[in-house]
């Protein structure tokens, strides 16, 4: 079961290009996971500094070990720092399975 996971991040202008360098690091490092499926970023038209990142993962599990990896966790550790507020992840599931029978 594909999985959907939403991650809202909210930054200051003057560290925008910062967090969107960081973000990219992040989806480079993205394709080359298992059950990568296809990423997007977005950025708030009416909420200057709100990015939205938007990933298709094949399973949760997938999502989960790229989620747990050390070089991931390396540059969200950087753009977590450089945030006015902490990341808001969601996982949505593109079928009404349980997600708990993913994992």
Excluded: C
Aim: no cysteine.
């Amino acid at each position: 079961m594909a999985v959907k996971v939403v991650i809202e991040r909210s930054v200051t202008a003057d560290k925008q290009a910062d967090v969107a360098e960081l973000l990219m690091d992040l989806r480079a490092g993205a394709i080359h996971q298992q059950g990568y499926v296809s990423g997007e970023t977005l950025f708030a038209v009416h909420r200057p500094g709100t990015h939205l990142v938007i990933s298709t993962w094949e399973s949760l599990k997938d999502w989960k070990a790229w989620e747990a990896n050390p070089k991931r966790r390396e540059i969200t550790d950087k753009v977590e720092a450089l945030l006015t507020s902490p990341s808001r992840t969601s996982v949505y599931a593109t079928t009404p399975r349980s997600v708990a029978e993913d994992v």
